[in-house]
């Protein structure tokens, strides 16, 4: 057996075994036994718990038949060691099941990893790319039977065409009050702009602004109409103290069929089928109180993204002038000196502008060049001097800045992380490679402008990066 393939069943082994929060005896003599039946190595185990459900999953797609089927039956006897299955159990075995068995490619398992969305909320929620009119009426006319037939296996359903409709329905100020309440630097302007979009969100724009931006998953830029449901969390472990845990959630998308009720039809095959594995009915009425806020699950996390990653109506765009020395994100501004600035500057150029992807570090582990040494340097300093009255002199060497230059990163990253909600923070912050051979920072780079004297310019494209090469 491959590798890969290796570190996928200790990864859906292990998602499986944790899944209702018991770990019971029976279970770690199983996950003992698929280690040696497998022949699982030490170093092959914490490598499963880097990589993702998806990616898991991925990997056994590719296997041949009767092993899919002897990796399932292995799970399913996890999943029915305490002689019950719940719903998180029941949902990872299921979404295999589809995963495994489909031939038309209609479902599709996508993890991500989302900071601060750690809630293991079930809701299907119905996305599509464009407005699709026919679909979008028949939610309408059974959007009732719909949603109580989900809330009887506690699934919640989100058509967001429903969701901004109650936004509009609650009285303005109490809604106002609450945007600023979230959001205490947001001018009249922008909390009136944010209050529009918030009652005028639609399907579309949600598949479009939020998923793929709060996903990071291109999948959704064009993607047919179909149901998202939220299937269940994997934790990745940080592999140092310094470093934060990671959560991966799991979704699971369905296509929806070309036929009359397709999303009414699909979700009673889904939950007849999700009904097969749980042994534990979960039938359940919550309640809602209208014109109120719920600012929990799904919720919580919409409005969050809709508050604070369109900030200004800048979304997740970083503004650097060249000339004040500031620099601000989503429209707000990051304080930093010159020098830190600079540094970021350096590190972003280091990562998108050359095919190091990244600034190489110098240290004991990772000596420079005298070529790297001399390249690096005359790079530094000359970003340097965008930001200095006074120019640093040429004669100075690289190696000389190092030092400095780490503990600017680390000043870099306290006034990020004072500025960015914790579940992005990672995207803007100077990481370490893998390796720890370099530093680099995680941003789009068609979201990232320079601004000077002249005008403005996608930070790939300003003129003078033509000079470091």
Not at 53 to 72: C, G, L, T, W
Not at 92 to 113: G, I, P, R, V, W
């Amino acid at each position: 057996m491959r590798h890969h393939q290796k570190i996928s069943i200790a990864r859906l082994i292990s998602d499986l075994i944790k899944s209702d929060d018991v770990i019971c005896k029976e279970e770690i003599a199983l996950y003992n036994q698929i280690v040696r039946t497998f022949d699982i190595s030490q170093d092959e185990l914490y490598e499963a718990q880097s990589i993702s459900q998806a990616e898991a999953v991925s990997y056994i797609r590719h296997m041949m038949p009767n092993d899919q089927k002897k990796i399932f039956s292995i799970l399913q006897k996890a999943a029915y060691f305490d002689n019950s299955c719940v719903a998180r159990e029941a949902l990872l075995l299921l979404t295999l099941s589809l995963t495994l068995n489909d031939t038309t490619n209609k479902y599709k398992l996508l993890s991500s990893s989302i900071k601060g969305w750690q809630n293991v909320d079930k809701y299907v929620v119905y996305i599509e790319s464009d407005y699709m009119p026919v679909i979008n009426e028949e939610i309408l006319q059974q959007y009732d039977t719909i949603a109580n037939l989900l809330h009887l296996w506690k699934f919640e359903f989100i058509y967001i065409p429903k969701l901004t409709q109650s936004f509009r329905e609650m009285d303005k100020d109490y809604l106002s009050d609450i945007i600023r309440y979230m959001n205490p630097r947001l001018s009249t302007t922008n909390l009136n702009d944010l209050y529009e979009r918030l009652t005028n969100f639609t399907t579309d724009s949600f598949t479009h602004d939020y998923l793929v931006n709060s996903s990071h998953q291109n999948h959704f830029y064009d993607i047919e109409p179909s149901l998202l449901i939220n299937v269940g969390m994997s934790h990745i472990s940080a592999s140092c103290p310094e470093q934060q845990d990671t959560y991966f959630i799991n979704f699971l998308t369905i296509r929806l069929e070309d036929e009359p009720n397709c999303v009414l039809n699909e979700i009673r095959r889904f939950l007849d089928q999700y009904e097969t594995f749980i042994t534990e009915p979960e039938y359940h009425r919550p309640k809602r109180s209208k014109n109120l806020f719920h600012y929990h699950g799904f919720y919580k996390q919409l409005f969050d993204f809709m508050a604070r990653h369109h900030t200004n109506g800048e979304e997740n765009r970083i503004l650097i002038d060249l000339s004040a020395r500031r620099i601000w994100m989503r429209g707000i501004e990051v304080q930093m000196s010159a020098t830190q600035l600079a540094t970021y500057v350096f590190i972003l150029h280091q990562t998108l502008c050359t095919h190091h992807e990244g600034l190489i570090k110098a240290g004991q582990h990772h000596p420079l060049s005298q070529k790297d040494v001399l390249r690096l340097g005359t790079t530094y300093h000359a970003i340097c001097n965008l930001f200095r009255e006074q120019p640093i002199v040429d004669h100075r060497s690289y190696l000389d800045d190092v030092p400095n230059i780490r503990g600017y990163i680390t000043r870099i990253r306290t006034a990020i992380a004072h500025h960015i909600d914790i579940q992005d923070v990672n995207y803007y912050l100077p990481k370490d490679s893998a390796d720890k051979s370099k530093y680099y920072i995680t941003l789009d780079a068609a979201k990232i402008i320079l601004r000077d004297t002249v005008g403005e310019y996608l930070f790939v494209d300003y003129p003078f990066w033509k000079s470091l090469r």
